[in-house]
């Protein structure tokens, strides 16, 4: 895992996020937080699932601290999330641009839940948290949907297909 790589996974996460949240800043408050379905119940609490790991992993790596883990209630509305969002987004990318090929070989360490100690090498707990938000937003995209919003499709060769200006099909 290079850092080219990472920087590639997480272009491709914002850039799907971006296409979510073109769909979730239109949704009521009410479908916002609606418990539909899922490990997480709504879209804000999957969608705070999901920007909470990443920020987590960044901050366990390195890059600033998250704090707490973030609690869906401090993000009532869609333009909430999608602001913090874009902060983290922001904090990732500095931070990526700043590692050295032999950072990510390096372990971090860290505890788990239980506060048992962790260690792995950064390029790959980072590779983690890209992964762990490409399975996440296809939850989304099905609850989503469930409200009768189509977000459209987000999969890895429509990202490589846009960035080409070409169809994917």
Same mark, same amino acid.
């Given at each position: 895992?290079?850092?080219?790589?990472?920087?590639?996974?997480?272009?491709?996460?914002?850039?799907?996020?971006?296409?979510?949240?073109?769909?979730?800043?239109?949704?009521?408050?009410?479908?916002?937080?609606?418990?539909?379905?899922?490990?997480?119940?709504?879209?804000?609490?999957?969608?705070?699932?999901? %920007?909470?790991?990443? !920020?987590?992993?960044?901050?366990?790596? +390195?890059? =600033?601290? $998250?704090? *707490? /883990?973030?609690?869906?209630?401090?993000?009532?509305?869609?333009?909430?999330?999608?602001?913090?969002?874009?902060?983290?987004?922001?904090?990732?990318?500095?931070?990526?641009?700043?590692?050295?090929?032999?950072? %990510?070989?390096?372990? !971090?360490?860290?505890?788990?839940?239980? +506060?048992? =100690?962790? $260690?792995? *090498? /950064?390029?790959?707990?980072?590779?983690?948290?890209?992964?762990?938000?490409?399975?996440?937003?296809?939850?989304?995209?099905?609850?989503?949907?469930?409200?009768?919003?189509?977000?459209?499709?987000?999969?890895?060769?429509?990202?490589? !297909?846009?960035?080409?200006?070409?169809?994917?099909?």
């Amino acid at each position: 895992m290079t850092r080219q790589d990472l920087e590639g996974l997480f272009d491709y996460g914002y850039w799907a996020n971006q296409r979510l949240f073109a769909v979730i800043a239109q949704l009521t408050q009410e479908e916002f937080t609606r418990s539909i379905a899922g490990s997480y119940g709504s879209i804000r609490n999957t969608l705070v699932h999901i %920007l909470s790991a990443e !920020a987590g992993w960044l901050d366990r790596c +390195g890059g =600033p601290k $998250r704090g *707490p /883990r973030l609690k869906p209630e401090d993000f009532p509305t869609p333009e909430s999330i999608i602001q913090a969002w874009l902060r983290v987004e922001a904090s990732l990318r500095d931070f990526l641009a700043t590692l050295q090929e032999d950072d %990510l070989t390096r372990d !971090a360490e860290y505890q788990n839940d239980r +506060g048992e =100690p962790r $260690r792995m *090498p /950064r390029g790959e707990l980072m590779q983690h948290a890209a992964i762990h938000g490409v399975h996440h937003r296809g939850q989304v995209a099905l609850l989503l949907r469930s409200l009768g919003h189509a977000p459209g499709n987000f999969d890895l060769i429509f990202y490589h !297909a846009d960035r080409r200006g070409i169809p994917a099909f």
